[in-house]
């Protein structure tokens, strides 16, 4: 079993979040909706524990939860229970899984705002010492409890969103621990058209090993989204997004 607990701070320069307090007076959202800047706490807790294992077969569960208080928008303050089982077993050189995990979250500490539902199968085959191939699935269900979000059918963000696609590890000889090389699809299926878009991302990364028990690692994202529908704001157009992400 383990525990972990950690504390931090945030600083952000428009804490915004899609509530009742952005909403123009006609009940669509706000886009030019703009806060103070603020600073605010970001906790977590982790707790996991091995429930059954043996040489193919292995059985977990666990908690994870997140709380930020802001020091002046405390309509932002967001609170997240989730918890998770995970079970595996090996099939020769493959690994074969299932991940559930169930998550709700609250606006202000203690007004009801989401539920998720996500299940994650996972394989993964070993290419004797040199690779890894993971294909990868996941699907999430989104429902928003709270009745003043959304207000109206177009910006209601329930529904499915289906991640898939296939990552790749290569073990190289020193000072590399691994290259990895990924692309994901990215569909989701909202109820309201403001939110629905096909998507897609790419990875790519590598870990080293330094003498005196240095390590470094990196990864770079990118992920694009193509909206369905035109946006209800002016100009009403289709939006695109893209994201690039480098850790």
Do not use: C, M
Request: charged share 20%.
């Amino acid at each position: 079993w383990s525990i972990a607990l950690t504390a931090g701070s945030e600083w952000d320069s428009n804490p915004t979040l899609a509530g009742s307090d952005d909403f123009l007076p006609g009940g669509q959202p706000n886009p030019g909706a703009e806060q103070d800047a603020d600073y605010r706490g970001v906790f977590t807790a982790e707790g996991s524990a091995r429930l059954f294992a043996n040489e193919r077969v292995s059985l977990s569960a666990g908690y994870d939860g997140y709380w930020s208080l802001n020091h002046d928008e405390e309509h932002l303050d967001l609170q997240t229970h989730a918890g998770w089982v995970s079970g595996g077993t090996l099939v020769g050189p493959v690994r074969v899984g299932l991940r559930y995990d169930y998550a709700y979250t609250f606006l202000s500490l203690s007004n009801p705002f989401r539920q998720l539902h996500r299940a994650t199968p996972n394989v993964a085959v070993r290419q004797g010492n040199w690779g890894l191939t993971q294909p990868y699935y996941q699907l999430q269900y989104l429902n928003f409890t709270d009745v003043d979000f959304p207000p109206n059918s177009t910006f209601d963000r329930d529904g499915p969103r289906h991640l898939f696609g296939l990552n790749q590890y290569f073990f190289l000889p020193e000072p590399f621990t691994y290259v990895t090389v990924g692309a994901n699809g990215d569909l989701y299926n909202s109820d309201g058209t403001e939110w629905r878009y096909d998507g897609f991302e790419t990875s790519f990364g590598a870990g080293y090993d330094f003498p005196w028990a240095v390590s470094f690692s990196w990864l770079w994202r990118f992920a694009h989204r193509d909206y369905r529908d035109h946006s209800a704001f002016a100009p009403t157009k289709r939006r695109e997004d893209d994201t690039h992400w480098v850790t």
